[in-house]
């Protein structure tokens, strides 16, 4: 049995896997061969389930989780055959994306930063570059402070759970090009 945390639930669509329960592993025992948890609570989930195969689902970017579907792959989890198209459809969506804002971010003049390692992946996968220019600052919404001047500044929402695993990937995305986009234009 392979216990998956909800919002994962899409990794079994995904994968294919046949055997599964939706599970809680970060607060309660499970009772299951596996465990497909967010990275990052491997500790925490690994003493309430001492004797469960823990494995973490990586999902910043679509390169993330196509890692993470690999990874199942190697572990035997899922249908080999569902998991490939899972990938070539993300790969896909991945390209599009990317094709679609290619000249955006090419000739994007100001800098962008953040805080969090999380937003910096984002911004790397989609192929922003340092520039020598005003900086604008995205920090996700569960690190805001009371102080925070929020001029220049754009607080992106990283858990969209009304959203599946795949629509929360393209919507952080999308949410910061279309942020951007939307501080050049309040510029010009």
């Not at 994306?97 to 290619?102: E, P």
């Amino acid at each position: 049995m392979i216990g998956v945390s909800k919002m994962y639930s899409e990794i079994i669509a995904l994968s294919g896997i046949e055997d599964f329960k939706i599970v809680n592993p970060y607060n309660s025992e499970c009772n299951c061969e596996y465990i497909l948890i967010s990275k990052g609570y491997f500790d925490k989930v690994r003493k309430l389930n001492p004797n469960s195969k823990i494995i973490e689902i990586n999902s910043a970017t679509f390169l993330d989780l196509i890692e993470s579907l690999e990874k199942l792959k190697t572990e035997n989890i899922g249908n080999i055959d569902i998991i490939n198209q899972s990938i070539e459809n993300l790969k896909k969506l991945d390209f599009k994306i990317k094709k679609d804002n290619f000249e955006f971010v090419k000739n994007f003049e100001f800098n962008i930063d953040s805080d969090s390692k999380f937003i910096k992946r984002i911004l790397d996968d989609l192929g922003f570059e340092h520039k020598n220019a005003s900086t604008i600052k995205i920090i996700p919404d569960y690190n805001l402070k009371e102080d925070l001047d929020l001029n220049d500044i754009i607080i992106l929402k990283t858990h969209r759970y009304d959203l599946k695993l795949v629509e929360r990937i393209e919507n952080r995305y999308m949410s910061i090009l279309n942020s951007l986009n939307n501080i050049i234009l309040g510029k010009t």
